[in-house]
C-alpha cells in the first residue's frame, strides 16, 4: 500500500459538462458506461493520468484503455488500423469491445505502461457519450475501484471505494452489463482474445472466424498486463459451488446463482438470478453487498462457458484466486 496523501472532496454530479470540467482542468473524474464505472483523465495529460493510477492504487506496468466518443479520434491515438479491426470496430463500436492497436507517437509513455500498443473503446452508455463528448480529448480510464477490488457497478460502489481520493463522480444509474469490455489485441495477423468481457467470442467470431483465446500467463509474463494480478476479489473467500446441496448455511454464508439454495432463507445473502445476463450484471455488487453484510463465504453456481458464461466465470474464477 502507497501512503495516500490529504483527502479531497469528492463532488457528486449528474451533469456530464460539469464533470468534464475537471477533465479538462487537469483532474480526475469517475463516469458510468454500460460495462462499469470508469475513472477518468485526458489521455494527453500525463499527470492526470499518474493520478489515476494513485487513487486507485494500480500497478505502473498495467496500461489503461482510451475511451472515444467518436471514429475521427481513433487517428488521434492509433498510427494504423489493420482491415480486420475496422471489422471489428464497424460491428462492435459502440458498446463493450476494446480493440488494441499500434499506438501514435504523441501518447504518453504513463497511458500504455511503456508498451508500442494502445487499448480503445466506445461506451455505447448516451451519458458516457456525452461526457466524453464535453471532454473533447480521449479519456483513459480503467475501473473506478481500489486496485484488486470488485469493479463498481453504481456510483454508489465508487463513492466507497474512492470517496477523499477523487474530486468528482459523474452519477447516473447501475450498469446494464455488469462485466468489463472485452479485449481484442488486432496488432498481429489473427485477432486474440485478452480478457473476455461483454461481447461473447461467438458474436466476435461472426466478424474474425480465426480469433484466438490468448492462453493463461506463464511465468508472471502476460500479452495484456493487467491478466496477471488478482481481481474482482471482495473480502469474503468465494467459492465456486457446483452441488448447490453440500453449500453450508448460517449469517456468514452467501450464495448467488441461476438456480435457489435448498434453504434460501437461511443465507445471510441470497440471490437467483434470472439467467446468464442478470447473473453477471449482479456478480459485482452481490461482492460488495456481501462485505458490507459481514458474509465471510460466497458460494457462486458455476454456469456453462458459453456466450456471456464465459466471462462471468472468468471472473467468478479469479475472485475465487484459482487463476
Ligand atoms: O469495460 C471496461 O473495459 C472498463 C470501462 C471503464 O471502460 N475499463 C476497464 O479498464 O476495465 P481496466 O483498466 O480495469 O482494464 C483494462 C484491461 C487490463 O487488463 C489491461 O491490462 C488491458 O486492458 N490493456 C490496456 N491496454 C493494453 C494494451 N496496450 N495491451 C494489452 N492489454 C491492455
Ligand atoms: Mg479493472
Known sequence: MTNFPTAITTHCTESPEEAAGFIQHGMIAAFPTETVYGLGASVFDSAAV????????????????????SMDQIKQLASEIPPIAQQLINQFFPGPLTVILKRAANIPDVVTAGLETIAIRMPAHPIAQKFLQACADPVVAPSANRSGRPSPTTWQDVYADMKG??????KAGASEVGLESTVVDCTSDIPQLLRTGGIPIESLRAVAPDII??????????????????HYAPNAQ???????????????F???GLQSHVYPEQMGLHMQCTD?????????????????????HIYCQAVDKAGLGLALMDRIEKAADIR
Not at 483465446?213 to 488478482?230: D, E, H
Open 254 to 256: 452467501g450464495f448467488i
Open 50 to 69: 499518474q493520478a489515476i493510477f494513485d487513487a486507485k492504487e494500480r500497478p505502473a506496468d498495467n496500461p489503461l484503455i482510451a475511451h472515444i466518443h
Open 238 to 252: 468465494v467459492h465456486i459451488a457446483t452441488e448447490l446441496e453440500t453449500i453450508p448455511t448460517g449469517p456468514h
Open 213 to 230: 483465446l490468448a492462453t493463461k500467463p506463464q511465468n508472471g509474463v502476460a500479452k495484456s498486463p493487467g491478466m496477471k494480478y488478482r
Open 276 to 296: 446468464v445476463q442478470h447473473y453477471a450484471n449482479q456478480l459485482f455488487s452481490f461482492f460488495r453487498r456481501c462485505d458490507r453484510a459481514g458474509v465471510q
Open 165 to 170: 481520493r477523487i474530486p468528482c463522480i459523474l
